[in-house]
């Protein structure tokens, strides 16, 4: 009696547990992947240099203060190259290479460059493992926030794999030597000495590389690439590698360019550099608004509408070679930052800008960023809030509708209107080192964002604005 109780009882447990086994796939649920489209529209990117970005320089630093970005409104995190760095011909500063320093503890100082990678399909110790990375990206999904790798199609390191299995995945001389890349209209070299130039007439290496790219996509989840000089690369290339990278899910691709035929073959994104050098003349009083409307206007006859601008007042190569803000912007940073957030695209903090980083970051050695918050972050902060949340600055695919407002001085003041969904935003801002003084056709009272205090107009009354002055206009409380 006592056996049949048991197998009894046993067979009532193993039907349990295929009880349980059918309902396991029906009550498990798994995360909803990030809808990329909607971050596109409201986010903020943040360029990550992992390097400086902490005095560890690991991914597992940078994870950590993941929650901080996403306070800033950043929903897209674009990581500069992850790879290991050749040590062949690795950059240490000027035009010299770490092997021309005799003393061993000086060369060690030098990291070398970012862009010069050895292995595609390797992380960079410096940063950390493999799985170091991987938890960047489940923390930046955890937090709502994609994230994209800095990819470099166009050339490689030296000592590069590809270097001596496949030396015809290069372009090279009459005598058959690798070269570095070529300036096509001076026939010498851009000074890039640190890397070899890629063959894009070689069919075998563009699906060795399109195979590399799609690694990280599988194994890491990242959500796509910032491409690294993509102007220089072939646009068929880059149709049928983000195909491909679309087969896995769905990513996100920026463009270190202004070519619409990229955006028009899969990239979603382009560097808005010519409205960034229409700031930078603007600040110094090189230009005026005149060249920011003329810049509008060409946008609106050579982009599609789904094409998407990153607008920005600094990022690495600015920051390390150009001048930092207060070099470049030392009275005006906060209204061309402004800008940046109000006009249509994407706005772009580079790693140390919102703890108002006032040095130039080493690019071959290790440097770190500073951490104190000002009244440059809260801006950013504040800033970041309104692209999120307010439809009227959606700038990706579906972006919201932008039109100047006339005023009375167009060479010294700046008035255009955002809107979409029933939400409006007006900007209004002084880019002039001097008062002035026009009326603006706007009507009505409205608060200001930042100050958050009321703000009256009448396109009848004229306004006076201090230099650098802006005001950011939402519908009155």
């Known amino acids: 009696m006592k056996k049949i109780i048991v197998l009894l009882s046993l067979s009532a447990v193993l039907l349990s547990c295929k009880e349980e086994a059918k309902k396991t796939p029906e009550t498990v649920t798994k995360e909803e992947p990030i809808a990329v489209t909607q971050v596109i529209e409201d986010g903020v990117i943040y360029e990550a240099n992992i390097r400086q970005y902490s005095p560890e320089g690991t991914f597992n630093a940078f994870s950590k203060d993941i929650p901080v970005l996403k306070k800033l409104g950043v929903k897209v995190i674009w990581v500069m190259p992850i790879n290991p760095i050749s040590k062949i011909k690795r950059k240490a500063t000027g035009e010299k290479f770490t092997s021309e320093i005799e003393n061993e503890e000086e060369r060690k100082k030098y990291l070398g460059s970012y862009y010069s990678v050895s292995d595609y399909k390797a992380i960079n110790p410096e940063f950390g493992s493999f799985d170091d ?22 050339h490689t390191g030296w000592d ?34 640190d890397v070899a130039d890629l063959n894009y007439d070689n069919m075998d290496m563009r699906k060795d590389m399109i195979r590399d790219m799609k690694f990280w996509v599988e194994k ?18 880059f149709d049928t590698a983000i195909k491909e990278m679309k087969t896995v899910k769905p990513i996100f691709m920026l463009a270190e360019a ?12 382009q560097y808005g ?36 601008n990153m607008n920005f007042v600094t990022n690495h190569d600015e920051n390390s070679w150009n001048g930092t803000l207060l070099e470049r912007m030392p009275n005006n940073k906060e209204v061309f930052t402004a800008l940046t957030y109000v006009m249509p695209g994407m706005p772009l903090i580079y790693s140390g800008q919102e703890y108002d980083m006032e040095h130039r970051l080493r690019f071959f050695e290790k440097d770190t960023i500073p951490k104190t918050k000002g009244k440059y972050f809260s801006l950013l902060e504040k800033l970041g809030e309104l692209k999120n949340t307010n439809s009227a600055l959606n700038g990706g695919k579906k972006a919201a509708n932008y039109t100047r407002v006339k005023t009375s001085n167009n060479e010294a003041i700046l008035a255009f209107k955002r809107e979409k969904g029933g939400e409006t935003v007006y900007f209004i801002a002084n880019l ?46």
Request: net charge negative; aromatic share 12%; proline share 5%.
């Open 133 to 154: 990375f991987k938890n960047l990206v489940s923390t930046a999904h955890d937090n709502g926030i994609l994230v994209i790798v800095d990819w470099v199609p166009n």
């Open 160 to 193: 590069h794999p590809w270097i001596k299995s496949n030396p015809e995945y290069y372009t090279q001389n009459e005598k058959g030597e690798i070269i570095d890349p070529i300036n096509p209209e001076t026939g010498e070299s851009w000074g890039w000495t």
């Open 432 to 477: 002039n080192d001097k008062e002035q003084e026009a009326t603006i056709a706007i009507t009505g009272e409205f608060t200001d964002y930042i100050s958050t205090t009321a703000f009256k107009v009448d396109e009848n009354v004229a306004v006076k604005l201090a230099p650098w002055e802006y005001h950011i206009l939402v519908a009155k409380k």
């Open 220 to 237: 890491a989840d990242i959500d796509g690439y910032r491409m690294d000089v993509a102007h220089k690369v072939p646009v068929d290339f």
């Open 258 to 269: 202004e070519q619409p035929g990229l955006l028009q073959n899969g990239f979603d994104m």
């Open 273 to 308: 550099w010519e409205a960034h050098h229409i700031f930078n003349q603007i600040a110094k009083g090189e230009a005026s608004v005149t060249e920011f409307d003329d810049y509008m206007v060409k946008l609106d006859t050579i982009l599609e509408a789904d094409d998407i």
